[in-house]
């Protein structure tokens, strides 16, 4: 059996029984319909923009759709499709440093760092928002811990499906999510907001 | 959920936060119309795939011409060259017959020698010409 087969997860083994036997684009249209939101959603969370985001992840699909005869079996198709999705992104992170450099990027994340560090219990509780309050801290964690625990939530909470999107072994993905969460407690109880009731009680 | 295993403690508020950002954290979905932009890329793609064939047939197709062409030129050179040395050599034989008679009038038996050192010292001339490089405004040009 070839690794890639082994590997794979139940869903995707008639999919790349599907490509042994030369049958691309029913393939593809399974793996489109299979993988949609996981791109998409590996794209936010590392570019953190909807409208790039999106443009990463359709060329990521026509990456998919063009490579797909080439797919080896080296890696697992979902390996592959990450793979190929952060490489899409990563180009665009550096086309967007590269505008940055030329522009006032920088000084953009500052106001933002500055806007998230004035806001208060009191302004959160005045708009009952605390969740957007909760994002804004998340924005503020570092790269590497922000996009873990991004996908960790967005994928339901699994530290292997959020290791396999990004490409990092499990025991790092669980380090940095303790870390994310300890600094994001850190920040709520220095705004007195580390009563489990505020949180509980908060949310749609 | 791995949540026992990504938790750093079990108190309440870990717990209140998980819960909280699993609200505040909500999963993106792509757009109505992502899969619509998706086929549309993929159809620019193929079509674009597909007249990369059709632009290198054609690119091959112009260069082979121009090579013909080019060809062709060569042999037109070398033709327009064979002809002009056979012309020139008859058009002196002509002209050296023509000058003959004027020629030993003035010069008597030596008539025939000068013409011949004449001639060779013309030819020499040529030849240097062609295989000296060029000066002159000509050459400069």
Redo the contacts between chains.
Sequence with gaps: MQPALADAAPGDRDLIEMLRGGAHEPAFAQL?QRY??KV??LC?ALLRD?TQ??DA???S??RI??ALPRYDERASLSTWIYTITRNRCLSALERRRALASLSDGPVDDEVQALHAGDVTPDEASEHDD???L??EL?ELLPERQRRV??L?????????EAAEMLGMPAGSV?TA??RA??A??EQ?RRRGL???????E??? | MNQDETSSSGSAFEHALDTALARALRAPIPPGDFRTRVDAALRRAAESDGSRPAARARLEREQREQLAELRAGYLRLRRRTFASLVGGAFAAGAAAALLMPWLEATFGPNALLLLAVGTALAGLAIVASYWTPRGGLAGRL
């Excluded at chain 1, 960790?152 to 292997?160: I, K, M, Q, W």
Aim: glycine fraction near 8%; charge should be positive; charged fraction near 25%.
């Design positions: 489109l949609e939101g998409y959603r936010c909807t985001a999106q992840a359709q060329e699909w026509v759709w063009k605390r969740c957007a909760l994002r998340v625990l991004t960790f939530y967005y994928e339901g909470r699994s530290v292997a669980k999510l303790f969460r300890a994001l407690g709520l580390d009563d489990p009731r505020l949180w509980l908060t949310g749609p």
